[in-house]
C-alpha cells in the first residue's frame, strides 16, 4: 500500500520531468542555476544581517556610555533633571532606580554583551566615574536591549535601547538586479539550450523529409564536431538510399521498357488474327499483361516520381474518379457516392493521388459493387476520406496484409477478380508519401471501409 | 485515301502497324528514324503523322520539332507508358494526341481518325498556334498538361470526356454548339456511350466551374438544343 502510494507520488512527480531533450536540459540548468543563486543570495544575506547587527550594538554600547557619562558627572539630587535633558535618541528610554532592575538570571548572551562591552570602553570616563556595576539584558532579536549602570554612589541606570531590525539587502535596487542577473542567466541558458539541442530537430525534421522524399536537400555538414559528424553519417545513408531506389526504378522501368515493344507487336499481330473470338481473349490477355506491367512500374516508380506537389481541389478530384467509373461500368452507376464539401483545397500530386483514389474505388466496386466515398472536414491538420463498399468485406486477419505488394485475399487469387495485388500498396505509398495514410477495416453493417488521412 | 507517315525503330512494329493502317484503308509509309523521314519528305504529302518518341539517336522530340518546321502537319505520338514529362513536351511541341506504348491498335486508329476530322475543320479557318494556356473567366486551361485552374490556381480535376468537351467549347467561345457538333468533335476521343453523355458531361462540367445549372452564366443553354461557352478567351 505504502509502497504503491510511494510510486504514484514518484509518477507524478516523472510526469512533470518534461520528455524533449532541450526542456530537461533547460530545466536541469534552471533547477542547477536557481540552487546556486538561492545559495548564494542566503549566505549573503545572513552575512550581512550580522554585520549589520554587530554595527547597531556597536552603536548602542558608544551611545548609552555617553547617557551615562553625562548623567553620573552630575549630583545624586540633579540626575533626574539632567536625564531629562540628554537627546537619548530615536526610540531609547531611561529611568533611575534605587534598586538593580534586572533579574540576573535572565542575562544575555554573552557575544552580545562582550561587543556593547567593548565600544563602552571607547568612551573614556574618569576613574571615580566608573560604574560599580553594569548589566545587560536582551536577546539579539527581539527588538531592544535593556542596560543598567549602577553609579558609583548610589542608585542605577537603566536604559532600554532599541536594536532596530536588520535588513537582509540594503537598497531596493539590489534585488531587482538580482532578479535581473537571474533572468539573464535563464535566458542565456535557454538561448545556448537551443542551439545545442537544435541540430537534434534538424535531424530529426530531415530524416522525416527523406521518408517522404529520398532526393531532399542534403544537411549542412557543420557546427560542432558530433553534429557535423552526424550530418554526414546522415547524409551519406540518405545518398545510398537514393542510389538504392535509383537502382531498382531504373531496373524497373528498363523491364517495362523492354516488355512494351513485344507487347505492342503481339497486340498488332493479334489483330490480324481473323476468328473474332479468338482475337478477342488474345486482346484481353494482353490487356491484362499490359494492366500488370503497368502497376509493377508504378509501384516501382512512385517513391522517386518527381512529379510537383499543386493546389488542388480534392472533392473534384474524387467527384472525377467516380465520374470516370460510372462512365466505364454504366451497370455500377447508381452505386457510386459522393458525399461532401462542393470543394477542398489541399496540396499534392495530382497524377498520384488520382491514381491512389482510383485504386481504392475501383476496389470497393470489384469486390464491394459500390463505392460510397465520404469526405470529412479536416480536423488537426488532417482531411480524412472513407470508401466504403457493400462486398462481403475483408478477413480480419488480412486488413493489414493486404497493403503487402502482391499479396491477395484468397478468395480472389484467380484472376477474374484478381487484379495485381498492387494496388492497394502503391495506393499506400502514395498517401504516405503525402504525409497520410490508408487503412482497411471491415464496417459493422458489413463491407468493407478504407480510411485515408491526408494533411490538409 | 489519306497518307500516313509511321515513324518507329521497331521493324516488327513499323511492319505491322502499316500493315494494320492498310487494312483500313489508309496509304502508309513506314520508317526507321529522322533521317529517313527527311528523305521520305518530299514525295509524300502526307496527311499525319505517326512518331515514336523513344527514337535512338536524334530522338522523337528533335524530329517532332523539325516536322513542325515543314507546316502544319498533324502528329499522334507514341509515348512510353506514364511518362508525363515525354507526353508534357511532346503536347507543348504542337502534338495532336498521343498514346502511351503498348497500346491497341484500335485505339490507335480511333484517335488517328479523330485528329484527321478535327484538322480538317482546323485548316478551314485559319491555325492558332498551340496556346500555353487559356484563360476566360479567371479559369485557366493548360492543355500541354490537360489540366484547368480555378481563379485561385487550384487543380480542379476533370475526366477525360469534361476535358474534351470544355477545349471544345472554349475553341469555339461565344459560338453555339449544337449537341451533335459536339458529338461529331468529340467521337473517336470517347469510347463509352457519349451520345446520351452531352447532357451529363455539360451539367457535370458547370457544376466544376461553379457556374449555376438553373442561371448558367458561363456554359449557357441554346434553346433547341446548344451550348455556348460565353467568355472572353485569351491565349498565351
Redesign the interface.
Known sequence: MADTEARAGRSWIFSLWPTSLGARTLLTLLLGLALVQGAGLTIHALDRVELQHESELRNIGIRAMGIYRSVVATSVAERPAALKEIDLGPGATASLTDSPPLDPAELTPQPLTAIIRANMAQVPVRAPNHPRDIIMRGIPWDGSVTIGYRFPDSGWLILQMPVPPSRPWHSPTFLLAFVLMTLAAAALSFWAVRRLTGPVATLAAAAERLGRDVNAAPLPEDGPDEVARAAVAFNTMASRIRRFVQDRTFLLSAI??DL??P???L???A??IDDDELRDKF?AD??EL?TM??AT??FG?DTAD??PA????LS??L???L??TA??R?ESAEYLEFDGAEHL?LRGR??AL?RAFSNLIGNAVKYGGSARVKLVPPANGMVAITVEDDGPGVPPDQLERVFDPFYRVEDSRNRETGGTGLGLPIARNIFRAHGGDVTLGNRAEGGARATVTLPA | MPHILVIDD?R??RD??A??LE?NRFRVTAVRDGREARRAWPNGNYQLVVLDL?LPGEGGLEVARWLRSQGDIPIVMLT???E??DRIIGLELGADDYVP??????ELLARIRAVLRRTTERTEKKLEPAAKSVRFNGWILEPARR?LL?P???????????YDLLVALVERANRVLTRDMLLDLLRGRQA??FDR?IDVAIS?LR??LEDDGRHAQLIKTVRGGGYVLAAEIERT
Open positions: 517495362g521498357h512494351r515493344t507487347i505492342t507487336r497486340k498488332l499481330r489483330e490480324f486482346l494482353l490487356d499490359d506491367v503497368s512500374l508504378a516508380r518527381a512529379e499543386v493546389a488542388l481541389d473534384s478530384l467527384r472525377t474518379i465520374d470516370e462512365d466505364a454504366p483545397t495530382s497524377v488520382k | 521497331d516488327e512494329i505491322l502497324l500493315r494494320f487494312r523513344m512510353a507508358m506514364g508525363e514529362t506504348k503498348p497500346f491497341n491498335p484500335r489540366r480555378n485561385d490556381a487550384v487543380e480542379v480535376a476533370l475526366t477525360g470526356g469534361e463509352g456511350p453523355a457535370r457544376r466544376k
